[in-house]
């Protein structure tokens, strides 16, 4: 899933102020350190997904016969290779 650069943004400053507002948490960095660290690991896990995603969608596409995109056979085979490649990265 492609997520804009300000969506990804916008859910760093909610975690990083979720996290400045609790109890449980001090910051040994400044708030805009957290923020950026957020934002760097929530692109990564993005970046993971669509990797995954990608690798998923080629397994597919590689069988011998065409499988609609949609159709239930599709459906049930992208989540099997999806699951597959998630246990691979140990995720």
Known sequence: MRVS???VNKVAHVVSDAL???NDVDFVEDR???RLEVRKI???L???EAKIDQSARQKIE???RTILEGSQEWDILYRKYYNEEVKK???
């Open 5 to 7: 650069r300000d969506k």
């Open 20 to 22: 400045a507002d609790s």
């Open 32 to 34: 805009n350190t957290i």
């Open 42 to 44: 929530l692109e990564d």
């Open 46 to 48: 993005l970046n993971q």
């Open 62 to 64: 590689s069988q011998k």
């Open 89 to 91: 990265l140990g995720i």
